[in-house]
């Protein structure tokens, strides 16, 4: 009996060791650590530009509103993005990394005003015209992965712009972002959903002017 007891007692010990083990081993038997994801998915997003096919998704929650859309998108660093959707309405949003157009065309309408009030410090999914400023704008921690994708949940480090939280979906095969959730500070969503990257694309900075139509109406943008 005192025999079979020590051998129990052994054998619990050896799973009490195995379970430490496993809880304190090196974070790269169970994955990659954040800093590690975050190097592969900067070193994927890094390149001169890239162009995306996009469907986008508004949910303003107070309302019980929910908006869809698609288009194009083309990315050059350092800040420089062009928007152009397709439907349900044609509309282009172009920032040169200092102005900012946004053009309507089916209301003869142009809007103007300055990139960093609504693209800087990674507002607006700026963050992929300089893929760098993710770490350095927010606290990054990983929630628990869903099926193929990683996922990085982003905290602004400033309180200054209504974000409240970021999610990305990050390919766990290709290190691409394919999935970016906004949510402000009234728990409106937002979902734009990235497919057919095109990477290392040597885009003419022209892509990322606006030359305002003749006779279209003109107004400035506010913060």
Known sequence: ??????????????IIALTAALMFAPTA??????????DKVETRHAGTGFSARFL????????DITDNANGK???????????????????????DGQELWVHKPQDNQVMIG??????GDGKGASFLSDIR??????????????????IIKLLPKEKKFD????????????FEIEKVITYNSYEDETIIQM???QFNQDIDNSVFRFTIPQGAEVLQMEE
């Open 73 to 95: 998108i083309q990315v050059k660093r350092p800040g420089m993005m062009r928007w152009e959707y397709e439907k349900p309405t044609k509309q282009v949003i172009v920032s």
């Open 195 to 197: 497919t057919n990257y």
């Open 29 to 38: 038997y169970a994955g990659l650590t954040l800093d590690e994801l975050m």
């Open 1 to 14: 009996m005192h025999l079979k007891r020590k051998n129990a007692m052994k054998f619990k010990l050896a």
């Open 56 to 63: 986008q998704q508004s949910t303003i929650k107070a309302m």
């Open 114 to 119: 300055k990139a960093a009030d609504y693209f």
């Open 133 to 150: 400023l993710i770490r350095k704008n927010f606290t990054l921690s990983l929630e628990k992965e869903k099926e193929g994708y990683h």
């Open 163 to 174: 974000i409240s939280a970021i999610y990305l979906s990050v390919s766990k095969k290709t």
